[in-house]
């Protein structure tokens, strides 16, 4: 059982897809959660199916969304750092590493949950990995957190091995399903589809959904 877990991740939505039931699984055995989320996805392309958003509501229309999958998945600390969506790279990154070193020194987490710097596809999803990385490398030794990676560029297997952990999250595969479709703005597009495929037991979808993989980002290389 973790002490504390800490996820950053840039966007909301990043923590329904990949973590969901991992985060669970650690909010109904008593473990705190605290979730940094550094935009709120102003930028994103997907306004809903119908239409529940323009350019000028969706980050509020996403801030709520986000708001609610914290809930139902038991995250009572949320962090929103109020960063520009898709310039996270561009951002002074001393500020972003000291902001998450700040929180680290507060919670003490035992585990933190990022993205793999250079092997998350999205560049907002790479330069988070690469400040919370740096963050923690700034720790000393003996009271830095485990951090378990997400990365799922194409290949990424092939540079840095398989995952060192591989979650099986069954038991909370429905309600990840409820974090991903409270996205509504985002995953309203899909998500009866996704409903149906998990009913039926899709092979592909439930290899995507029902398992969560992480690698242990090597902190001392």
């Known amino acids: 059982m973790e002490r504390h877990v800490l996820v950053v991740f840039p966007h909301p939505d990043d923590e329904a897809f990949g973590v969901a039931g991992t985060i669970l699984s650690h909010t109904e055995a008593g473990t705190p959660v605290t979730y940094i989320c550094l935009t709120l996805g102003e930028m994103g392309r ?3 199916r119908p239409l529940i958003a323009n350019r000028e509501t969706l ?3 996403r ?3 986000l708001m609610d999958a914290c ?3 038991g995250v009572t600390d949320l962090r929103m750092f109020g960063m520009r969506d898709k310039t996270v790279e561009f951002a002074d990154q001393e500020l972003l590493i000291n902001r998450l070193l700040e929180v680290m020194k507060e919670s003490k ?3 933190v949950i990022t993205f793999y710097p250079g092997y998350a596809v999205h560049p907002d999803h790479n330069a ?3 400040a919370v990385i740096q963050a923690v490398q700034r720790l000393p030794k003996e ?3 485990v951090v378990h990676a997400i990365a799922f560029s194409q290949g990424a297997e092939d540079t840095i091995g398989p995952p060192d952990v591989v979650n ?3 038991a909370f595969l429905d309600r990840k399903i409820q974090v991903i479709e409270a996205h509504q703005s985002q995953t309203s597009d899909f998500i009866e589809d996704l409903k149906e495929a998990v009913k039926n037991k899709d092979k592909a979808a439930m290899t995507r959904f029902s398992k969560e993989r992480f690698w242990t980002y090597p902190l001392d290389s």
Do not use: C, F, W, Y
Request: hydrophobic share 40%; glycine share 8%; aromatic share 0%.
């Open 71 to 73: 809930k139902l998945l």
């Open 63 to 65: 801030k709520q969304e």
């Open 128 to 130: 988070t990995g690469a």
């Open 46 to 48: 997907n306004m809903g």
């Open 59 to 61: 980050p509020v229309v």
């Open 109 to 111: 987490p035992s585990l």
């Open 168 to 170: 099986s999250i069954d």
């Open 143 to 145: 009271v830095r957190p």
